[in-house]
């Protein structure tokens, strides 16, 4: 049996996010905000940073940031204000920018409250394959983007787009945010982006994540964040129809993931570079 998918006969479908915003490939889609919403005041300065960037540089922006990080390496780590509560605010900041948003959910119930808020609902990477979660999504019709498990090689997320799909949903998107690789690290593989385009799926590159180094700090998960423009600009060569990126207006001081955030003040600059990297790419 071949490694690599069987490649996909037809064009990659469009996929309509809100308004005008659509994931098409004619040019990149930008998912940024921060890791966490620290507190309102912390989120709205966020909102409007980006907001100003998204218009200086006419891109499109969805703006993120986790009402609950689930996951997170200690008990005592910093989770956030739970999900109706941090998705209220969410929508409310983005509304105000005119953005779409998104976070991730981490049960059905989650995705039933978030689908009434947000735009677009994340699956986390350990969740990908959680069948009810990927229902409840669906069922929302919002734009569901799965993060493809670390533990998973490319060509598994078709079961996972099947799944949507069964469900009625074909507005998929998958976020390729690195493998396993040893312990406490991470690997980019850019022939995963083609792989799962191959597929028939719209990809996003997470470049901020896929420089964890999960669990590298003993309690606490570690990074290269510096790398993450890097990868960013690779993966904008290799293909791919989006980024994610996360980013914070002083890294060293986030409530999580400060090791792998961009710093906001130097966020136009990356995103400029790649808007030309697709420009050219796709001439």
Avoid at 85 to 104: I, K, N, R, W, Y
Avoid at 125 to 143: E, G, H, I, M, S
Wanted: hydrophobic share 40%.
């Amino acid at each position: 049996m071949s490694p690599t998918p069987s490649k996909s006969t037809g064009q990659l479908p469009e996929i309509p996010i809100t308004g005008d915003l659509v994931v098409d490939g004619k040019q990149p889609l930008f998912i940024l905000g921060p890791c966490v919403i620290e507190s309102a005041d912390f989120l709205r300065r966020m909102g409007e940073g980006i907001a100003k960037i998204r218009d200086d540089l006419k891109i499109q922006v969805v703006f993120k940031a986790s009402y609950d990080k689930a996951n997170r390496t200690s008990i005592e780590s910093f989770r956030g204000p739970g999900c109706e509560e941090g998705c209220a605010l969410l929508a409310q900041v983005a509304a105000e920018f005119g953005m779409p948003a998104t976070s991730d959910v981490h049960t059905a119930e989650e995705a039933t409250m978030a689908g009434r808020y947000l735009d677009i609902l994340q699956i986390p990477a350990f969740l990908c394959r959680q069948t009810d979660l990927l229902l409840a999504a669906a069922k929302t019709n919002k734009v569901v983007n799965v993060k493809k498990g670390q533990f998973l090689a490319p060509w598994d997320v078709t079961n996972i787009a099947q799944k949507l799909r069964d469900s009625g949903n074909s507005r998929i998107l998958i976020t390729e945010r690195g493998a396993t690789f040893g312990y406490n690290n991470l690997v980019a593989d850019m022939r995963s982006l083609a792989w799962i385009r191959e597929a028939g799926c719209r990809v996003i590159f997470d470049a901020t994540h896929s420089v964890q180094r999960p669990g590298g700090m003993g309690n606490s998960t570690g990074g290269d964040g510096y790398l993450a423009p890097l990868l960013a600009r690779s993966a904008v060569a290799a293909g791919c129809d989006g980024v994610f990126l996360e980013t914070h207006e002083d890294p060293d001081h986030a409530f999580s993931d400060g090791p792998n955030q961009i710093p906001l003040a130097e966020l136009s600059d990356h995103l400029q570079t790649l808007k030309e990297i697709h420009a050219l790419v796709t001439r």
